[in-house]
């Protein structure tokens, strides 16, 4: 058997493309000989899987899953949204957002997890899915929302089927948990998917984000001529309306157009604790595709 080196596991990576556990598994099983291990890894499909690494995956589904006081959120990106619908991948998805409470919020430790009646791992899960539907997958992310006593809610926006869609939203509420508690968790989570704020409250906005603001809506006061203390003042009043586009608390309640998130909440003897919200592919810069040149390239 040849000695296993880190020069032979970088020269089969080289070979393969295949992530470096997984050529260190293949030489071990084929006592070190590189030939064997190359066809070891396309046999595992992990060969193939390397190859569609590169290319964008923007789409796929977001999953939600709550349970009492505990709810999960992932993001599992494809590269076209025919996948999205596959019943194969919708499975693993709603399997991840399980999974997730327990890895709470880390992806490598939810990578690590034991797929559910596969015999691997999700990572391995994940590769193996690459391999046999053809495109680049990866999870992209997950969180956790937990309270001690109330509840965490979920709601998803034109949902494929329960729990899976393009735009996830989980609410934590804390208070009695009952079913009306329940039920304003899920009104919050809908009004979080269409009003996008991105704080909880006015402590928590981000000092750069509001430090930026500052600066714009003081230079637009000075354009006034007004003296720098009537200025301050126009800033702090102007702020109040910035408040209310961010954050969700100070928020103009969607289901009435009147009341305030934060009214609406205590009204129903509610504290809200957090919210998470995630929409498909935000962040991912995708490529253009130009179906014709596509075409074109394919036949030269």
């Known amino acids: 058997m040849a000695e296993i080196t880190a020069a032979l596991v970088k020269e089969l990576r080289e070979k393969t493309g295949a992530g470096m556990m997984d050529c260190k598994r293949a030489l071990a099983e084929t006592g070190g000989d590189l030939e064997a291990a190359v066809d070891w890894l396309r046999k595992k499909g992990l060969s193939a899987a390397a190859k569609k690494a590169g290319r964008v995956a923007a789409e796929g589904l977001v999953g939600v899953y709550s349970e009492g006081g505990r709810g999960a959120i992932v993001e599992v990106n494809t590269e076209t949204d025919f996948v999205a619908r596959n019943e194969t991948f919708q499975a693993f998805v709603e399997a991840c957002a399980k999974l997730a409470l327990e890895a709470e919020g880390d992806v490598e430790r939810l990578k690590a997890m034991p797929f559910p009646g596969s015999g691997r ?12 539907i053809g495109e680049n997958m990866m999870i992209r992310r997950c969180a956790t929302l937990s309270v001690e006593r109330g509840v965490v809610a979920s709601y998803v926006h ?29 009104q919050v989570g809908m009004h979080v998917a269409a009003a996008r704020p991105e ?49 969700l608390l100070e928020q103009v309640w969607v289901h009435d157009g009147d009341s305030r998130v934060k009214a609406v909440v205590q009204k129903a003897g509610a504290k809200l604790a957090g919210f998470i919200r995630y929409q498909l592919g935000e962040g991912i810069e995708k490529q253009a595709s130009d179906f014709a040149a596509e075409v074109a390239a394919a036949a030269r």
Request: proline share 4%; no cysteine; net charge negative.
């Open 121 to 132: 791992t999700v990572g391995e899960e994940l590769t193996h899915l690459i391999a046999t």
């Open 158 to 186: 034109s949902a494929l089927k329960p729990g899976l869609g393009r735009i996830g939203v989980l609410v934590a509420l804390e208070g009695d948990p009952t079913e009306t508690i329940l039920a304003l968790g899920r």
């Open 199 to 247: 704080a909880l409250d006015i402590a928590s906005v981000d000092p750069a984000a509001l430090a930026r603001e500052k600066a714009v809506l003081a230079e637009q006061a000075r354009a006034s001529g007004k003296p720098e203390e009537i200025i301050a003042k126009m800033v702090e009043g102007r702020l109040r309306k910035f408040y209310e586009e961010v954050v």
